[in-house]
């Protein structure tokens, strides 16, 4: 069993980070922030901001065995990186010391628009 919450400071419209109970509360909030840290080395390479930032990460499940799921979207479905991202984002989330396998799923549902940007993206793209 998972419980779902949202990592203190993140921006408007984050993901809920679905934590297990098995792992040590110190473990989860270390695991917590590493991975969140690895989605910030992400690049749009259209986009000056990291897609945790851009509001493309929608769901990170971490399970009782370390492995982590994530959904995320794309700022557009023909988005020309479309195929390579979910790849990216895989390697960056696989490097975090503890996390035994990551598994990434697109999706588009709810679609992407600029309200779940954080304040951060809005001021590196210049938005306000």
Do not use: H
Request: glycine content about 4%.
């Amino acid at each position: 069993m998972t419980v779902a919450t949202s990592p203190e400071g993140a921006p408007p419209n984050s993901p809920a980070v679905s934590l297990a109970p098995a792992i040590p509360p110190e473990e989860l909030d270390r695991l917590t922030d590493d991975i969140i840290a690895a989605l910030k080395t992400v690049y749009d390479p259209e986009i000056p901001a990291d897609i945790y930032e851009l509001g493309l990460i929608y769901r990170v499940e971490i399970d009782d065995d370390r492995n982590v799921t994530i959904d995320m979207t794309l700022t557009a479905p023909g988005c020309p990186v479309a195929g390579e991202m979910p790849g990216w984002v895989e390697n960056a989330v696989s490097t975090v010391p503890g996390v035994q396998a990551v598994r990434v799923n697109l999706v588009f549902d709810p679609p992407w628009d600029q309200s779940r940007m954080s304040d951060e993206a809005r001021v590196a793209l210049d938005m306000w």
